[in-house]
C-alpha cells in the first residue's frame, strides 16, 4: 500500500468523537488527524452531523474545558472548512442507529475514509470500500512518521 499523503486525498468523514477530541486537546492524535485531513483534502460533513456535534459540544461537562465562545467559533471554522454534503443513501448496519449517519455520510459523500473512535464502526473495517481508521491509524497512513 503507498503512503504518499497525496494518494489518501479524502474525502474524510470524522467522527463526533474524534471531532470533540481534536478541539479539545490540541496536541493528540485526533487533532492531528484533522489536521492532516484539512491539509490532504477535505472533510465531509451532513446536517445531521452538524446537529449532533452542536449538542455534543453543548453538554454542560464541556463548560470546564471550553467557554461558549470557543465552541461557536470551532464550529463556526468547521462549517467554512467542511463540505456540507446532503445524505442520499440510507443504511441501518450498526449495532447502535446513531452511527449510521456516518456511514451515510461516508458513503453518500464517496468518502476515502472515516475516521472515528468507535469500536462498532472500526469493526466494519473496511465499509463498501472505504477505510474505516482510529486518529492513530489515519495519521500514520497520512504521515508516516509522526
Request: hydrophobic share 45%; proline share 6%; net charge negative.
Amino acid at each position: 500500500m503507498s503512503r504518499d499523503p497525496r494518494e489518501h486525498g479524502g474525502p474524510y468523514v470524522f467522527d463526533t468523537n474524534v471531532l470533540v477530541s481534536a478541539l479539545l486537546f490540541a496536541q493528540s492524535r485526533p487533532r492531528q488527524a484533522f489536521d492532516a485531513a484539512l491539509a490532504y483534502g477535505s472533510i465531509l460533513t451532513s446536517l445531521e452531523l452538524l446537529s449532533e456535534l452542536d449538542a455534543v459540544l453543548s453538554r454542560p461537562k464541556f463548560n470546564r474545558y471550553l467557554l461558549p465562545e470557543e465552541r461557536t467559533r470551532f464550529l463556526q471554522a468547521f462549517i467554512q472548512q467542511a463540505v456540507l454534503i446532503e445524505v442520499t443513501e440510507h443504511l441501518e448496519v450498526c449495532r447502535d442507529p446513531k452511527d449510521n449517519m456516518v456511514l451515510e455520510l461516508a458513503v453518500s459523500g464517496g468518502a476515502s475514509h472515516i475516521v472515528t473512535g468507535d469500536a462498532d464502526l472500526l469493526g466494519l473495517n473496511p465499509f463498501r470500500g472505504i477505510a474505516i481508521a482510529a486518529p492513530d491509524a489515519f495519521v500514520a497512513r497520512l504521515r508516516p512518521g509522526l
